[in-house]
């Protein structure tokens, strides 16, 4: 199983991007996915989650700007960030729970890494 994560870049305080994570592989189901982000110097944290009903939850420091959803078809879950500041700089990390194939347990993903710049 593969987790592409994509659609990092530069932009400018107050615009607008939006983060692509796909799946792929073997996969039966998918359970909750996620975004993370890591800024340098500091620690992982959780930015949102969005579970197989497409029920959400975010982190304060970004309720209001960003938002999450996920094509289950296609096996691949967007974070829709709006309002961007410099401190939203960092690696964005996409995190899924997936079950494959054949098996009947979920375990843990992680894809790469895509890095969102915010500056002038």
């Known amino acids: 199983v593969q987790l592409q994560a994509s659609g990092g870049g530069l932009v400018q305080p107050g615009g607008s991007l939006r983060l692509s994570c796909a799946a792929s592989?073997?996969?039966?189901?998918?359970?909750?996915m996620a975004w993370y982000r890591q800024a340098p110097g500091k620690q992982r944290e959780l930015v949102g989650t969005?579970?197989?009903?497409?029920?959400?939850n975010f982190a304060d420091s970004v309720k209001g700007r960003f938002t999450i959803s996920r094509d289950n078809a296609k096996n691949t879950m967007y974070l829709h960030m709006e309002s961007l500041k410099p401190e939203d700089t960092a690696n964005y990390y996409c995190?899924?729970?997936?079950?494959?194939?054949?098996?009947?347990?979920?375990?843990?993903?992680w894809g790469q890494g895509t890095q969102v710049t915010v500056s002038s």
């Open positions: 995190y899924a729970r997936i079950m494959l194939r054949g098996t009947m347990t979920f375990k843990d993903y």
């Open positions: 592989g073997s996969i039966f189901s998918i359970n909750t």
């Open positions: 969005i579970t197989s009903g497409s029920v959400r």
